[in-house]
């Protein structure tokens, strides 16, 4: 979402951090991506910061060869790229539209939409939010969904709605809201523990962190970021350690903060770049 519209997909080989063949264009504002369970597809959303508002896309890029296969269009600036655990689902969200989209992952369609507007939460038609809404008058999000991150199980998918301080839990099978976690301010990015039991979100405009026991729905833990501008949250394999990226404000450095998930509380901090 930083930097200039033409962004770029780049393939690193992890340990020796080695670039795997040349960057490729992708959309406007590249931002969000997630990668398919056999790692031979990856989805980022086109965000697209630049002129007006207009539906933008999500690429789909075969990464054996770096090659963009697909640039599906779904809604205004999606946010968030996240594919649920069977690899055959992927959904993201559309700030402006207030929606949560369902793409089919083996034919890169568009395959469910979810309005997540204030008092009109629920399915919509497929072909909604398509519409180039170039020189009219957009209603004003209410929601502002910035993340969708699917349950451990896929059955969920749990959306940030950053607007109303609020997340909201969408079930897979019957396309409804099945339950609302009050948050503090501004829910940004979610991750869920990979044994199910704890959401974690971060809090951009609250400067903060939160989780909550999927079990019971409560809070259990609230804290302060080292600095300000949370974004980023990825909990480790085992479920112990959640890792949050804070952007910083102006030329002050990003920093990455460190909670242990058991006991509820940070653990350390790592300096990182400007607008980790």
Known sequence: GHGTPDGKYWKFAL??????????????????????????????????LHGEMRPSS??????????????TTTCTMPHG???DPSGRRQYSTCMM?????????VSFDVARRFSLATGKEGPLRSGAGQADHEGHAMPPA???PTWAQPSADGAKVYVACNKRDEIVEVD?????????????????????????KLLVATLKQGGAVQAFDLATGASVMQTAS?????????????SR????????IGAQPGRVDVYDLRARQRVARVGGGQQA
């Open 81 to 83: 790229s996240r594919l």
């Open 142 to 144: 209410t929601c502002s």
């Open 241 to 248: 350690y959640a890792f949050v990226s804070n952007e910083g």
């Open 172 to 196: 897979v099978a019957t396309w409804t809201v099945a339950r609302r976690f009050a948050t503090g301010r501004g829910p940004y990015n979610v991750a869920v523990s990979p044994d199910g």
């Open 15 to 48: 340990g020796p951090d080695t670039l795997v063949g040349p960057p490729i264009h992708l959309g406007n504002f590249p931002a969000s991506i997630d990668v398919t369970p056999d790692g031979l597809y990856a989805f980022a959303v086109n965000f697209n």
């Open 97 to 105: 539209d207030d929606q949560l989209v369902e793409i089919d992952a």
């Open 58 to 71: 999500v690429s789909v890029i075969y990464t054996p060869t770096n090659t963009e296969v697909a640039q």
């Open 226 to 238: 080292t600095i300000k501008v949370t974004h980023g949250v990825v909990v480790s394999p085992d």
